[in-house]
């Protein structure tokens, strides 16, 4: 089973640019698509974008499309999240996860092997 942990969260200012990562253990990381979540407090965890296993195809929700860039290093094990325009409804617990499957898809079911998340705040 692939273990997941993030990092690089952190406080900025709106407009202005992060990037997380998710580093994974296990080979079997290559062979998932991957995804990130986020979940703001008294909010439902909700999709951000996902990656499959080639790193070839990508996936936005609307609310991050133009702003956020997926991608992956699959010789590192790790995936990540640049998030550039930062605005406050940014604000949220970032998580990633594996995908059962090696297609995109911005259903929560679709994910398992979920990391313990890292906190993203943005200030206005």
């Known amino acids: 089973q692939v273990q997941l942990v993030e990092s690089g969260g952190g406080l900025v200012q709106a407009g202005e640019s992060l990037r997380i990562s998710c580093a994974a253990s296990?080979?079997?990381?290559?062979?998932?698509?991957m995804g990130w979540f986020r979940q703001a407090p008294g909010k439902e965890r909700e999709f951000v974008a996902c990656?499959?296993?080639?790193?070839?195809?990508?996936y936005y929700a609307d609310s991050v499309k133009g702003r956020f860039t997926i991608s992956r290093d699959n010789t590192k094990n790790i995936l990540y999240l640049q998030m550039m325009n930062l605005k406050s409804e940014d604000t949220a617990v970032y998580y990633c996860?594996?995908?059962?499957?090696?297609?995109?898809?911005?259903?929560?079911?679709?994910?398992?092997?979920w990391g313990q998340g890292t906190q993203v705040t943005v200030s206005s």
């Open positions: 296990g080979r079997a990381f290559i062979t998932y698509t």
């Open positions: 990656i499959t296993s080639s790193g070839t195809t990508t």
């Open positions: 996860a594996t995908s059962t499957t090696d297609r995109t898809s911005a259903r929560i079911g679709t994910y398992f092997n």
